[in-house]
């Protein structure tokens, strides 16, 4: 796609939209489906580039999909009849896709190669191949395993105890499916609590996992049976309408059918401590994972600090909270999330370089930034630099502001919201 024209200087954004799936349960439906005996229901499956490179893995390796609309149909037969592929398994833009793969290729006795596009040729994979190696897999690549294109074969996997160096529900999900096909019982510490979906899924496939605290443990040799998975919408995706809502002048939006996992709501504990008018209706606590409706309203905005605990519950709304502290008054730091220079881009540098060309002013560090703030947003030539939420960020950025906005590389958003602009338009007054 060509570089485009974003919409600037907007008189609000009033009405109602219905949010697509989320992309991390969605990828996990299709892999647990996989996995599970029987055939799997999947309905609200995300079809975002991202989840489209899970499924064309899973065909390559024997697994029967279909997909009419945004349901799928997924007949699994087990983790052991998934088949050797004779093709190259190409993960495209996604780093779920590719580490939660490597942990039940790591289980099954054959070859695999896998590759993804450049971005994920500069994302580290030493915090999953390492841990997998020791469970027993043979992992080769790039700088010795670090980096695609990577070598798997696996079969006869141990279990063991592992403190998780780094806060991240991919590992942590990577090894809980080795983990399943190890003998006897693995044992996972975290260092912060990250998002569960792994965790809720294999209890919706019928097996069994225990939680205490930041400790997990899973026994192997676990049978799953196929399960009726409805994707609730993907907060990752409503935050760029919760942020456009509270700074954009005159707007009124009602997000529907949102997401509520405790592990992703970070953004909105952020949001309200700032000051922002959300209202959150919850339809459905027990179910697997919870979701609702929220409404949110134009905002007086004060600066705030965000770091610790909290950083993995909105990991992803990092860039699109920047924009949200470029319109707050004071000073917002973020810290303790060196997580973001391993994205699909380094999110710090995109982030900080890209809003202050449109006017915001914000300083890099070494784990974070700092936003001061309120700042007037005018005009310029931006990029998304491949990324998706850069990009989204970009174009709520530029409906604040005055002066024309052209956006490079906006086709990078169909990795997790293809239909975003129309959802925009359709709210614009
Ligand atoms: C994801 C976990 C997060 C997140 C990514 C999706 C998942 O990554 O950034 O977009 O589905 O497990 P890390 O767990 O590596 O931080």
Same mark, same amino acid.
């Given at each position: %796609? =060509? ?19 989320? #992309? ?15 055939? *799997? ?12 490179? *899970?499924? $064309?893995?899973? +065909? ?57 596009? =450049?971005?994920?040729? #500069? ?9 997998? #190696? ?7 690549? +790039? ?51 990250? !998002?569960?979906?792994?965790?809720? %899924? ?16 899973? #026994? ?15 907060? $990752? ?25 405790? *592990? !992703? ?8 401590? %700032? ?67 391993? =994205?699909? *881009? ?14 915001? $002013? ?18 310029? =030539? ?6 998706? +939420?850069?990009? %989204? ?37």
């Amino acid at each position: %796609m =060509k570089d485009i024209q974003l919409q600037t200087n907007i008189k609000g954004l009033i009405g109602e939209i219905k949010i697509p799936g989320d #992309k991390s349960i969605s990828h996990r439906s299709v892999m647990f489906g996989a996995i599970a005996h029987g055939e *799997t229901k999947v309905t609200n499956f995300l079809l975002g580039e991202d989840c489209l490179s *899970t499924i $064309s893995c899973f +065909r390559k390796l024997g697994v029967t999909i279909s997909v009419k609309g945004n349901e799928l149909q997924i007949i699994g037969k087990g983790f052991e009849g998934l088949n050797e592929p004779n093709e190259l398994l190409d993960v495209g833009n996604s780093g779920t896709t590719i580490r939660l793969l490597m942990g039940i290729l790591a289980g099954r006795p054959f070859f695999n190669s896998l590759i993804g596009d =450049k971005s994920i040729g #500069k994302r580290p994979m030493t915090r999953v191949t390492n841990p997998l #190696k020791q469970m027993g897999a043979q992992i080769d690549g +790039r700088e010795n395993g670090a980096y695609t294109p990577l070598s798997l074969r696996g079969g006869n996997l141990k279990s063991f105890t592992y403190e998780l160096p780094v806060a991240s529900a991919q590992v942590k999900s990577a090894l809980i499916l080795a983990g399943l096909q190890a003998k006897g019982e693995t044992t996972l510490i975290e260092q912060a609590e990250t !998002r569960d979906h792994t965790e809720r %899924m294999i209890r919706k496939f019928g097996g069994e996992i225990e939680k205490d605290n930041l400790t997990i443990r899973v #026994k192997g040799g676990q049978q799953l049976k196929a399960a009726t998975i409805h994707v609730p919408g993907d907060i $990752s995706s409503a935050a760029f309408f919760l942020v456009a809502g509270v700074i954009v002048e005159g707007s009124e939006i009602t997000l529907r059918n949102v997401g509520l996992n405790p *592990t !992703r709501t970070g953004i909105i504990e952020v949001m309200q401590a %700032m000051g922002a008018d959300i209202q959150i209706h919850v339809q459905d606590e027990s179910s697997f994972e919870p979701v609702g409706d929220i409404v949110i309203k134009t905002s007086k905005l004060k600066g705030t600090v965000v770091q610790g605990e909290i950083i993995p519950r909105l990991i992803d709304e990092i860039p699109i909270i920047a924009l949200l502290a470029t319109q707050a008054e004071g000073i917002t730091i973020i810290k303790d999330a060196e997580e973001l220079k391993v =994205k699909e *881009t380094n999110r710090i540098d995109t982030v900080v370089n890209e809003l202050n060309k449109l006017g915001a $002013s914000i300083e890099a560090t070494d784990d974070g930034m700092i936003i001061h703030g309120k700042s007037e947003l005018k005009g310029g =030539k931006v990029s998304s630099h491949g990324d998706h +939420r850069i990009g %989204m960020m970009l174009a709520i950025a530029s409906l604040l502001c005055k002066e024309e906005v052209i956006l490079e590389n906006p086709e990078a958003i169909s990795v997790s919201y293809p239909n975003f602009f129309d959802h925009l338009d359709s709210l614009i007054k």
